[in-house]
């Protein structure tokens, strides 16, 4: 005997759940507290149109529109109460007061001026409907507060957000609905009218304030990009500069641990404490230059092994101004023989500023005759280049290309960057005649004294060990 039931087991309900209309429901009632809050709630401060503009003339004329505006409505409100309705004087110039003077508002305060037009243009509907001279006119908007509205409704538009547009919207539509449902004169209702064209100049005036604030936030967006890429550019130079600075240390503390490993092989007569003070200075170099190493593997990225080559100085300006030249740039160069005692530093950065300014030359004075300068007072070094103005548009010259292609690319940041390094001063600046010129003073040390022994300069005895293979 079969022990299952004779009834299958009962499904679920099938009814719709509750939480889909709760859901609508609440997004409903969300929406309208946003809206509710945005018509209550200014979304800018009581700043006028073309505040920050930058002539005065564009400053005033929100001021000269709304004066204007309140100027000619409120007369035209009272004629056109007085003759067409039959109000009053006294009635319909406070009805034209109170429905045109808040356009004196719509500079800075649009929406409080709307909770003033609105509930005037209501009173006037109420106190029209009465009238024996409105039953064959426009009705509940007369023609000049239908305008002006539209006139508030535009300046709405450029100023609030979205959702207060939309609070005022409807509440146009619902007010015109009522109106037009208690009327005994449907024929001349302009409710519709007034609805639709109210709808178009809030879409128009919504697009050009959209419009407005997304070019001000690209222009936002392009001043904070351009300075991040200078930003950028500054920190890939002062990287740069680590990598040849851990060059040129490393130079020294290679020669230090040559002599210091070589010293009991030259000199005679050294003590065991002597012998063991050189190998730990050897031994702390060594250490120094693993550091060094590891800074070096962060420093530098990947692919950039042309880096590795030894750091070039004054002596290589003569292969780098005649590789210019063959590239077609005319370029004069003036070093003066024999110029030593310059730190490898001074060195260096003289040469990248250099390399630097030669490459501008050909980047925007393609050409144009060039002069490099290179000369020392004993206390600094002078680094001058001066170009001509570029060649016309439509010369006969073509473009060149340099062939030194190792300049870091960011021309006169490297340049400050690198004078800074050394303590000097540097000055660039157009010349009159169109050319360009790039002067830099760039420290020296003060001259050492002459060595005390001509044996404590003599040259290393050929039993000296080799350099170690962690030494760069």
Do not use: C
Request: proline residues 10%; neutral net charge.
């Amino acid at each position: 005997m079969p022990t299952s039931s004779p009834h299958p087991p009962s499904s679920p309900p099938t009814a719709p759940p509750h939480p889909p209309a709760d859901g609508l429901l609440s997004a409903a009632l969300r929406n309208l507290r946003e809206i509710g809050h945005a018509l209550s709630h200014p979304s800018h401060p009581p700043t006028p149109f073309l505040a920050t503009a930058p002539k005065r003339w564009q400053r005033m004329l929100p001021y000269v529109v709304v004066v204007g505006l309140a100027a000619v409505f409120i007369p035209v409100t009272i004629t056109v109460l007085t003759g067409q309705y039959g109000l009053s004087g006294g009635i319909a110039g406070g009805l034209a007061v109170a429905q045109a003077a808040p356009f004196l508002m719509l500079a800075h305060r649009p929406l409080q001026a709307w909770w003033i037009v609105f509930p005037a243009q209501i009173l006037g509907a109420i106190v029209l409907f009465g009238q024996e001279g409105g039953q064959s006119n426009a009705w509940p908007w007369t023609p000049p507060g239908l305008v002006g509205y539209l006139f508030l409704l535009l300046a709405l538009a450029l100023r609030e957000r979205r959702q207060a547009l939309i609070g005022v919207w409807l509440a146009t539509g619902i007010a015109g609905l009522v109106l037009f449902l208690v009327s005994s004169h449907r024929g001349t209702d302009n409710s519709l009218l007034l609805v639709i064209l109210g709808a178009v100049v809030l879409v128009i005036g919504a697009t050009v304030r959209e419009r407005g604030d997304a070019q001000r936030r690209l222009a936002e967006q392009e001043t904070i990009s351009e300075a991040e890429r200078a930003r950028r550019t500054l920190l890939e130079e002062r990287t740069r500069i680590a990598r040849e600075l851990h060059d040129v240390v490393a130079h020294h503390m290679s020669v230090i641990t040559v002599q210091a490993d070589s010293a009991p092989y030259r000199l005679e007569g050294l003590s065991d404490e002597t012998r063991e003070e050189f190998g730990a200075i050897a031994a702390s170099a060594r250490e120094s230059l693993g550091e060094m190493r590891r800074l070096l593997v962060v420093l530098r990225s990947e692919g950039t092994e042309g880096e590795r080559a030894p750091q070039p100085g004054l002596d290589r300006l003569q292969q780098l101004v005649e590789a210019t030249v063959r590239s077609g740039q005319p370029v004069e160069l003036s070093l003066p023989a024999g110029l030593t005692g310059v730190p490898q530093t001074v060195d260096l950065s003289a040469y990248r500023i250099v390399q630097e300014a030669l490459a501008n030359v050909v980047r925007h004075a393609s050409g144009a005759p060039a002069r490099v300068s290179v000369s020392s007072d004993g206390a600094h070094l002078t680094v001058l280049v001066v170009n001509g103005p570029p060649e016309r548009a439509g010369s006969s010259l073509a473009p060149h290309t340099p062939l030194e292609t190792t300049g870091t690319g960011h021309g006169l940041v490297g340049m400050r960057e690198r004078v800074r390094l050394t303590g000097g001063t540097l000055d660039t600046g157009p010349l009159p005649d169109g050319g360009f010129r790039v002067a830099a003073r760039l420290p020296l040390p003060p001259p050492s004294p002459p060595p005390a022994s001509p044996a404590s300069s003599a040259p290393a005895a050929s039993s000296a060990p080799p350099l170690h293979p962690e030494d760069p």
